[in-house]
């Protein structure tokens, strides 16, 4: 299935800009008063949470310990990923710090709930500094098995062909670049893949041939395409994530400017095949440079019996 009705979130302990990953992540902003920012993430990230809950949605908290120091610990999609057979993959980090998440507790909590038939490990690239940031670096549509990603400093050539060998996905890989031509460091900052509603930037591919392939891709695979100019991909809504309530009705997840970025005819587009949900995490994403989706695991594991 493409979406999952369970997400995992961590619950920050010392959220701070983190200059290990701001170096090609152009949407991070230093804090005007760092002391408060973990304050004002922990009330964005609690409200975020109690928003998913309230439509339907399991969540899994795990709240982070301040030491070691993972200030981008709050956006967890980009170490792990599980998948429907059983498989957890784990991958190679660029930013220093941020490798220290794996070792927090995450892997315990889904152990302990969930069935794990194998473990995929990537990490093991770093040490060639090959870079795979997880559902950072490519979003997948896992029902046809297709894996979107853009080139950048932190998604190689190399790690995606090995996960594609790995987990019997098909790669589509392009060059994406923000209005001032620099690279975009994650896929998932400029397009998202749903049941049948595909929201992407196709502004940022340069190359006509690249865009052409990556439309064909959607369409071919029944994907109806909401465009985003370069003024709404910087308001993150490209960083959306769908998923499904307890009913298995769809649901689209985005951040209170990301929604406020869409023209009328754009929501109305997206109320078309989902329901909005909509969080005020406007501190986060200045700080942390990531989004509604960044914040958001999917777990699409198989439940152990006394956890169904």
Known sequence: MQTTNTVLMIRPARFAFNPDTAINNRFQRPPLDPLSAQQKA????????DTLRQHGVEVLVVQDTPAPHTPDSIFPNNWWSSHADGSLVL??????NRRLERNKGVLQVLEQRFAINSTIDLSHLEQQNIFLEGTGSMVLD?????????????????????????LDYRLCVFHAVDRH??????????????????????????????????????????????????????????????????????????SASA???????QRQHVERHT????????????IGGGSARCMLAEVHLPARPSFQ
């Open 275 to 286: 329901r909005p949900v909509v969080v005020n995490i406007d501190n986060i994403e200045r």
């Open 42 to 49: 922990l009330e964005e990230f609690d409200g975020y949470v």
């Open 91 to 96: 991958y190679p980090m660029e930013g220093q």
């Open 142 to 166: 896992r029902q046809h098995r297709i894996s979107y990603a853009c080139h950048s400093g932190r998604t190689h050539q190399d790690a995606l062909r090995e996960f594609a060998e790995r």
């Open 181 to 254: 031509h620099a690279p975009i460091y994650h896929s998932n900052v400029m397009m998202s893949v749903g049941r049948d509603l595909s929201v992407v930037c196709l502004q940022a591919l340069p190359d006509q041939n690249e865009r052409l392939a990556l439309e064909r891709s959607l369409r071919d695979t029944g994907k109806d395409i909401l465009a985003l100019d370069f003024d709404q991909l910087e308001a993150f809504a490209g960083n959306m994530l769908e998923v499904h309530d307890r009913d298995g009705q769809p649901l689209l997840v985005m």
């Open 259 to 265: 929604w406020g970025a869409l023209q009328p005819a």
